[in-house]
């Protein structure tokens, strides 16, 4: 019950519960049970060791880390990953690299809840990475989209323009969400990729950064033979306010084209206010 | 006028063959129970360590398209949707599917969420009826109420997909209700294996007598009713050691209709749900394995016992007896189209188990298991089985039945407790043993009735009556 207790504080009152875990043993106790012979009492211990947040128990969570049972690792990783502790990151991105044996997604997932302290490493991966496990690759990419991290823009324009279709629209999309300039017009020239969903990552990445100087180039993105990229294209036009929304206008007047309607759409969808959802 | 020794030797042969029978199903079955038993435990050793927050704030959580087919659901409609939208999960579109119902459906709902029509593009990859009519509303902005022609509950699925968004569809039933954290838990292997994870079905329970507040289930309790309380052990038999162990095997071969989730990409590639079948979850499932055996693609599909979706069960012989009729021709239906299947090793576990399991013991068990309700009290009477025989084949039926059925609620108490009171399991194990007296057999009954309409071409869903959750 404590421990459930545990994981709701925050703050200073977090802080004196795991000073109580230590002072009453328990972390002692959890740190002894990883030595368990039984995968499901290790990762009992994992678990416990997570919510208790002791800097103890950094060292046998790093052990943790290279246990055989998957998940001992990746809830060890977790772990550490709780405790802002970034020692446990290179583990991490081997796992990554190994994607049949532990999920990218779920990897990355806990490297975001250390925050903008991540985003050194996982840039200096992504760049050792450029030829390597695609599935790890696409998440670095993510990450540093959802690290904010504007120093890896030179990095992530590289694979806009490279030769993998996936790792060019997570790249298009990690752009959006730095929201660097300096990526504009990549992005512009993304618009005409051989590949849909690269087209519709650009589109929203000018919406996100509302690139009024391009209003022209997501117009033409209007009429994608594909809708997730009309109605992105629409969504980012209608970010670029008064202008944007006007354009949007003119486009829904021309009766029967593909353009027109997926700007009444949207028109019709912001008016209710429910235009944000699929974007 | 008879040849006695051809009689004789007919009975003797047809009691041999009920007892292979007998004993194949049962070492099946008891060879499932054991498998599910460890693949629970070790489920639930793991889940419970599951940080559900983490997914819930993870940008990186798959969005998901849950649809909702409904026909003539007037009286549940509004509550089954608020229910829905009330479900914890970062990214989802609830898309209602009215299927040109005949009732105040659609009027309902109108008035219920303060629906507007949108104009909107739909891009028509899988075939469905015409759509009248895309309406949003502005109270609820993830939610999407398509009115189109009837055509079906596949038809309706079909539309849903078309119009949905998101990567991932979750195909419920509009009168079920998913409990508040049973999406997330439902897309924890999309997360796990993204690559490979195309359908993941979660867990069906019966409803009746659980109390219901504003579309949330308040107090899990046992039916107070004799055939819900039936089906209920029923559920928990082929849900808990069924499917699970199909799971564990790697040859699932339904994902209930009323709680599934797909990968979108897959359900388009396959042709989506098929139109005139009664079995179109069951059909679709089994094609979808046909088609990515055939081209070797490597791909995942599981149960997962803990996401639950609870679901009004029929307290009418009428009503159940029609229900049970369609499933049967459902799954005579999709085992037939997909024979090529069966026994044939590119198929792998799927052909060389799930079809001939399906096929054998679910398909023309309910005939084998009829004839052997003829065939043996007819040898014991001619005297060609004993009476110490006789009896001891009846209390062996009788008595497999009720350890499979108690296996079940076991499986139930070691993993997930969804019965707080001890009484509730004395409960139901008398309910394990009462329906092999009578109720399995009416149950066969229907079974091989289906068989019949089946041949007639039956496709017909038969009316079910729902009071809805309102009311409860």
């Known amino acids: 019950m404590l421990l459930e207790q545990a994981g709701e504080l925050r703050g200073v009152d977090r802080e004196n519960m795991t000073l109580a875990f230590e002072n009453l043993g328990y972390v002692e106790k959890s740190v002894r049970q990883l030595r368990s012979r039984t995968w499901w009492r290790k990762l009992n211990a994992v678990s416990k060791l997570e919510t208790m947040r002791s800097m103890s128990s950094i060292s046998p969570l790093l052990s943790a880390s290279r246990d055989s049972i998957e998940d001992v690792r990746l809830g060890a990783v977790r772990a550490l990953c709780e405790l802002d502790d970034t020692r446990g990151l290179g583990m991490m991105f081997q796992a990554m690299e190994n994607s049949t044996r532990w999920a990218p997604e779920r ?23 450029q030829t390597g496990h695609l599935d790890a690759k696409l998440m670095l990419i993510a990450l540093t989209g959802l690290l904010r991290d504007a120093e890896a823009s030179d990095i992530l324009l590289n694979f806009l323009t490279g030769p993998d279709k996936e790792a060019r629209s997570a790249a298009a999309r990690a752009l959006g969400e730095i929201g660097d300039p300096i990526a504009l017009d990549k992005l512009q020239e993304a618009l005409h990729d051989t590949e849909w969903e690269v087209r519709a990552e650009a589109a929203r990445s000018l919406g996100l950064l509302q690139a009024s100087d391009f209003i022209e180039a997501l117009g033409e993105a209007l009429s994608d033979s594909r809708i997730e990229v009309r109605y992105r294209a629409a969504w980012a036009l209608y970010q670029m306010g008064e202008k944007g929304s006007e354009f949007l206008k003119a486009t829904a007047s021309k009766d029967g084209s593909l353009a027109a309607g997926i700007s009444a759409q949207l028109l019709a969808e912001a008016a209710l206010g429910v235009e944000s959802v699929y974007v | 006028m008879f040849d006695q020794n051809l009689v004789f030797t007919t009975l003797l042969f047809f009691n041999w063959m009920v007892l292979a029978y007998f004993v194949g199903i049962n070492i099946a079955y008891f060879g499932l129970l054991f498998i599910s038993y460890f693949e629970l435990l070790r489920y639930s050793r793991t889940i419970r360590h599951e940080r559900w927050r983490r997914i819930l704030q993870s940008p990186l959580t798959l969005p998901v398209s849950v649809i909702a087919p409904a026909y003539n659901e007037e009286v549940p409609i509004a509550e089954s949707v608020r229910s829905l939208l009330m479900l914890q999960y970062p990214r989802m579109e609830v898309v209602v599917v009215n299927d040109g119902s005949r009732d105040s459906t659609m009027e309902v709902l109108i008035q219920s969420f303060g629906l507007v029509k949108v104009p909107t593009q ?16 502005p109270d609820y902005p993830n939610l999407v109420v398509v009115d189109k022609e009837n055509g079906g509950k596949a038809d309706a699925l079909n539309a849903g997909i078309n119009v949905s968004r998101y990567g991932l569809v979750c195909a419920i039933d509009a009168d079920s209700l998913i409990e508040g954290g049973a999406l997330l838990r439902v897309v924890r292997p999309f997360l796990e294996k993204p690559r490979t994870t195309v359908a993941v079905g979660g867990i069906i329970r019966v409803v009746n007598g659980c109390d ?18 039936l089906q209920t052990v ?25 709680f599934g989730v797909f990968k979108k990409e897959t359900v388009i590639a396959v042709g989506g749900y098929k139109h005139n079948t009664v079995g179109e979850d069951m059909e679709l499932v089994i094609r979808m394995h046909h088609h990515l055996r055939e081209r070797n693609i490597k791909y995942d599909m599981f149960f997962l016992p803990d996401p639950v979706c609870w679901t009004e069960v029929p307290d009418s012989w009428k009503i159940l007896g029609r229900q049970r009729n369609r499933w049967h021709r459902g799954l005579i239906d999709s085992l037939l189209n997909h024979r090529k299947m069966f026994m044939n090793p590119k198929y792998g576990t799927v052909g060389l188990l799930g079809m001939p399991y399906f096929t054998i013991f679910e398909m023309l068990g309910p005939i084998v298991e009829m004839s052997g309700y003829i065939v043996v009290p007819a040898a014991f009477i001619a005297g060609v089985i004993d009476l ?14 009720i350890v499979l059925s108690t296996g079940s609620l076991v499986l139930e108490e070691l993993s997930f407790r969804r019965f707080p009171r001890a009484v509730d399991l004395l409960i139901l194990l008398g309910a394990g043993v009462i329906e092999n007296l009578g109720y399995r057999q009416i149950n066969t009954l229907w079974r091989i009735l289906a068989f019949r309409d089946f041949i007639r071409g039956n496709t017909a869903w038969g009316r079910m009556e729902r009071k809805g959750f309102a009311k409860k």
Not at chain 2, 244 to 252: F, I, K, M, T
Request: charged share 20%; hydrophobic share 50%.
């Open chain 2, 388 to 401: 110490e025989f006789f009896i001891a084949f009846l209390s062996l039926a009788v008595l497999f039945g």
């Open chain 1, 107 to 129: 990897v990355a997932e806990a490297i975001l809840t250390i925050g903008p302290a991540a985003s050194a490493a996982v840039r200096e991966q992504l760049q050792k990475t």
């Open chain 2, 234 to 258: 029923e559920y928990l038999r082929a849900f808990l050691f069924g499917r699970a162990g199909w799971s564990a095997l790697r040859s699932l071969l339904i994902i209930s209709g009323a």
């Open chain 2, 122 to 137: 739909v891009e028509t990859t899988l075939n469905s009826k015409p759509i009248k009519d895309i309406y949003r509303s």
């Open chain 2, 212 to 229: 219901i507040e504003a579309g949330r289930l308040t107090k899990v309790r046992l039916p107070r009713s004799f055939l819900p309380m």
